[in-house]
């Protein structure tokens, strides 16, 4: 059964530990702790000798060494917990069948630890099933927004805070989704609300506005196909008195790599290559692919071209509201039925 990250940290606490766990999702807070969770659980049960296998973008894991620590004794401890850092959520055919074998026969002195920071259903397989069939599994699915005043809630109780819900809800326009920053604010808040509950004021007093609007975040939101957040980001960058044209050169960086990616995936090229050839970290390559799913090369041509009608724009060379223009390129980039927002943008 899929368990929440949170749901199997609660478990840990009573039992031997299952000889496999898989933790996954792209909300790396929770899958962090719940990470920690069991190698904290591990340490309670005697388990001092670790092993970790990473990936690192297009290099696999050491396979045959992986095998052979199955297969052999630990040095230090008589059980040992082996971890396997998936950052794709894929261990390939090589890696799913090593997965496969072990939770076939699982070593008594062995506790595998999968973590991935990418997954989606199609991400499941013979591999994350078979460690299902022998441990736990935990998704890290991210948080919708009507879930986050529940979730920041129950944090805060975790750590002794009591609040009211008008207090939870400004906690969470302050976070802005980002539950990092949430964590951070709450483990503040334990030390500063001396055991009383909150209520709105006294949080507004204690917390900082960590709903940060800058260029960059703007662009993940357009890249990662989230048209409200990029929105509210382009509203809040030009309340705080930033100007266009001060946001447009990493703008235009990011499309003309798109539009750059976009032409080389059309013509069957390697893009594992190309995103080491522009330095774009494992971590990012994701969102990338996201972007290309939803535009075809010519769109994002297009895209650069309207660009620098903003940029036209911004320095009073084009008649036009900037602000305006660059909302309905970034609108469109995340959300391909906002093209029709834009006047001669290939379909």
């Known amino acids: 059964m899929e368990l929440k990250p949170e749901q199997l940290a609660a478990q840990l606490g009573s039992g031997t530990l299952a000889p496999a766990y898989l933790i996954a999702g792209a909300e790396p807070l929770r899958v962090l702790e719940a990470a920690d969770a069991v190698r904290a659980a591990a340490r309670a049960q ?36 082996l971890e396997l850092r998936l950052p794709t959520g894929k261990p390939g055919k090589i890696g799913g069948e090593l997965i496969c074998r072990f939770c076939a026969d699982p070593p008594a002195d062995v506790v595998l630890l999968v973590t991935a920071g990418e997954w989606t259903r199609k991400h499941a397989g013979k591999w994350s099933a078979a460690i299902e069939g022998i441990g736990k599994i935990a998704i890290a699915w991210p948080i919708k927004p009507h879930e986050l005043p529940g979730w920041v809630e129950q944090r805060l109780r975790s750590r002794g805070v009591r609040a009211d819900a008008d207090a939870v809800q400004r906690l969470v326009e302050r976070i802005d989704g980002n539950l990092l920053a949430a964590a951070q604010e709450i483990d503040k808040l334990a030390l500063l609300a001396d055991g009383g509950s909150l209520d709105l004021a006294r949080m507004e007093s204690l917390v900082a506005d960590a709903a940060r609007y800058d260029v960059f975040r703007l662009i993940d939101a357009a890249m990662n196909g989230q048209p409200l957040q990029v929105s509210r980001m382009l509203a809040g960058l030009r309340a705080e008195g930033e100007a266009v044209p001060a946001l447009l050169g990493m703008v235009v960086i990011e499309l003309q790599r798109t539009a750059a990616l976009s032409r080389i995936k059309a013509r069957g090229g390697n893009l594992s290559a190309e995103f080491k050839a522009q330095r774009v970290w494992d971590s990012k390559q994701p969102m990338y692919q996201r972007a290309l799913q939803r535009h075809p090369p010519a769109r994002w041509d297009a895209f650069v071209s309207r660009i620098g009608a903003v940029d036209r724009m911004a320095k009073g060379r084009e008649p036009g509201d900037p602000w305006l223009m660059l909302e309905r390129v970034l ?5 391909p039925a906002a093209v029709r927002l834009l006047v001669h943008v290939d379909a």
Not at 331 to 335: G, I, K, W
Request: proline share 5%; aromatic share 10%; net charge negative.
């Open 46 to 81: 005697g388990i001092t000798e670790r092993e970790v296998f990473d990936s690192e973008g297009s290099r696999e894991p050491d396979w045959d060494a992986m095998a052979a620590s199955f297969g052999s004794p630990g040095l230090f401890s008589s059980r040992r917990l």
């Open 331 to 335: 609108l469109a980039v995340a959300d």
